[in-house]
Structures are given as C-alpha cells and as structure tokens.
C-alpha cells in the first residue's frame, strides 16, 4: 500500500484511539499524574491496551522482517542512555504536567478543542525548531 | 488517596486504537509511530522524508475531529489555562521531546513495546517529572 495512505490510515486510527480513550482531555491526564488526590487510573488502561497490541503487531514484523508489500521496517537505532536522554524527557514531563498536554493528543485536537490547544501547539513547535536547529547545529 | 470515576473499556478501546495505528504505520509506512519525532522531522525535512509526516498530522486531527463530530466522545470541558502557562508547558514539552527524542507515543507505547531501555528509562522519567509537577500544582499552587 501507498506510504502516504498507510500514513494517513494509521494516524486517523491513533486519532480515534487517543479521542476514545479520553487522552485528549487534559485533565483526565492530569488526573493520573495526580497520585496523592483523585487518582484517575484511566491512563494506565490506556498504556496496557496500546502496549499488548503494539508489542505482538511488532513481534509479528521484526518475525516477518519487512512490512507489508516488502517495505523496509525502520527500527530505530539510538541505543545510549545518557544526560540528554534523561534531562530531556526530565523537561517534556514537566510540561506535561504542567498542562497536561502531549503532542500526540494536542496536535490530534488542534480542529475541536479550543484556543488553549492552539497556543500550546504554537510555542511547542517553535520551541522543537529551535532545540532542533540548535542540536544539529552543534552536532556538525 | 481516592480513585476517581473512570471507565475500563473506553480506556482499553482507545488504546488498542493507538496500538493498532502503530503497527498499521509499522507495517505500511515503516516507520515509528512517535508524534514528536514525526513533527520534529517535518520541521528539520530531508528530501523525500517530509510529505508522510504532515498526512499523519492530517490524520491525526482528522480522527479526534470524526470521532468528536460523530458524537463518540464529547469535547473535553475547556479549561482556560493561563496564557503563561500554556506557553511554558508548550516550550518544556518542545524543547523536551527534541532532547529526549520522544514523547508518550514514541517512547511510552512504540518504545516500551519493542523493549528499548532508552524508552523505558525516558518514560520512567517523564512520568514522575509529570507527576511532581501535577502535584506541585495542585497542593501548593491551587
């Protein structure tokens, strides 16, 4: 199948998914954050039914070797656990927290939520750009 | 601490939609369904590796956009942040995924799924930086 479909296909799936589990309510995944008050454990169901369909669609991939129509699986390769790694995901979870907005499901509201999603997409991408442009920089 | 009301089966539902969507991207397009990296790489293109991610943009808002139109879910409640707010949380989570090269999808369901230590350490770490923050904001700052 077209790469550009599959791409299409499967986002509007994780769309579906991410509005059906409730994930783009920021709250509700504030409310698993919250461990000490009303703990909402939704978000835990929401990982376990991701990760088991995940986990055996992959396994059956990496047993099959190339996707479907012979297309080349691109696993990633990064295996260092470092500063970067931690500091960064350190930064992400804050502001997370702080908002309780991902990319996945921020980015999946941008046309039914409100101006809240607009203005947290808008800094986000800017600020991407710039650790990006700045990474790669440095990395030359 | 208290649990609050919540459902099982739109929950699992919901999230084995997403992992559906990640094997179906797998298994099509080869590659990774993380929402981070997929943006991230539309922001800093290289040739004939752009037009693939702005379609799972696309459909990423087509499918809340369905599902919310279609009366499956409701729109969340809107919660009217600070503008402050909202704009430190959109630059920690900007700057923080293009650092630790993931976000929830990437690293807590893709990564998590095919094993990578990298992922499970990141999504360690981000959950408990989320949940101290939560918790900042809510007991001390309410």
Same mark, same amino acid.
């Given at each position: 199948?077209?790469?550009?479909?599959?791409?299409?296909?499967?986002?509007?799936?994780?769309?579906?998914?991410?509005?059906?589990?409730?994930?783009?309510?920021?709250?509700?995944?504030?409310?698993?954050?919250?461990?000490?008050?009303?703990?909402?454990?939704?978000?835990?169901?929401?990982?376990?039914?991701?990760?088991?369909?995940?986990?055996?669609? =992959?396994?059956?991939?990496?047993?099959?070797?190339?996707?479907?129509?012979?297309?080349?699986?691109?696993?990633?390769?990064?295996?260092?656990?470092?500063?970067?790694?931690?500091?960064?995901?350190?930064?992400?979870?804050?502001?997370?927290?702080?908002?309780? =907005?991902?990319?996945?499901?921020?980015?999946?509201?941008?046309?039914?939520?409100?101006?809240?999603?607009?203005?947290?997409?808008?800094?986000?991408?800017?600020?991407?750009?710039?650790?990006?442009?700045?990474?790669?920089?440095?990395?030359? | 601490?208290?649990?609050?009301?919540?459902?099982?089966?739109?929950?699992?539902?919901?999230?084995?939609?997403?992992?559906?969507?990640?094997?179906?991207?797998?298994?099509?397009?080869?590659?990774?369904?993380?929402?981070?990296?997929?943006?991230?790489?539309?922001?800093?293109?290289?040739?004939?590796? +752009?037009?693939?991610?702005?379609? +799972?943009?696309?459909?990423?808002?087509?499918?809340?956009?369905?599902?919310?139109?279609?009366?499956?879910?409701?729109?969340?409640?809107?919660?009217?942040?600070?503008?402050?707010?909202?704009?430190?949380?959109?630059?920690?989570?900007?700057?923080?995924? !293009?650092?630790?090269?993931?976000?929830?999808?990437?690293?807590?369901?893709?990564?998590?799924?095919?094993?990578?230590?990298?992922?499970?350490?990141?999504?360690?770490? +981000?959950?408990?930086?989320?949940?101290?923050?939560?918790?900042?904001?809510?007991?001390? +700052? !309410?």
């Amino acid at each position: 199948m077209n790469r550009l479909l599959g791409s299409f296909l499967s986002a509007f799936v994780f769309g579906l998914g991410l509005a059906i589990s409730g994930m783009i309510d920021p709250a509700k995944v504030q409310g698993f954050l919250d461990i000490s008050g009303r703990w909402d454990p939704s978000m835990a169901f929401v990982m376990a039914g991701a990760l088991v369909v995940t986990a055996l669609g =992959y396994a059956w991939l990496r047993k099959r070797g190339e996707g479907l129509g012979g297309r080349r699986l691109q696993w990633p390769t990064q295996r260092t656990i470092d500063l970067r790694l931690v500091a960064g995901s350190a930064l992400f979870g804050a502001g997370w927290g702080l908002s309780g =907005y991902c990319p996945g499901p921020v980015i999946g509201s941008l046309a039914s939520a409100g101006i809240d999603a607009m203005v947290f997409v808008a800094a986000m991408i800017l600020a991407m750009f710039a650790t990006l442009k700045l990474v790669n920089k440095s990395a030359n | 601490m208290t649990i609050a009301e919540f459902s099982t089966a739109p929950a699992l539902l919901g999230g084995a939609l997403i992992g559906l969507a990640a094997v179906m991207l797998m298994a099509i397009s080869g590659r990774v369904a993380g929402v981070s990296g997929i943006v991230g790489g539309a922001l800093t293109p290289r040739a004939g590796d +752009f037009g693939w991610r702005i379609v +799972f943009v696309l459909g990423l808002i087509a499918g809340v956009a369905v599902a919310v139109g279609l009366g499956v879910v409701s729109i969340p409640a809107a919660q009217n942040q600070p503008l402050a707010r909202l704009i430190a949380a959109g630059v920690l989570v900007g700057v923080g995924t !293009a650092l630790g090269a993931g976000c929830t999808s990437g690293h807590g369901v893709c990564g998590i799924a095919r094993g990578s230590p990298r992922s499970i350490v990141a999504t360690m770490v +981000f959950m408990v930086t989320g949940g101290l923050v939560v918790f900042a904001l809510r007991h001390y +700052f !309410a």
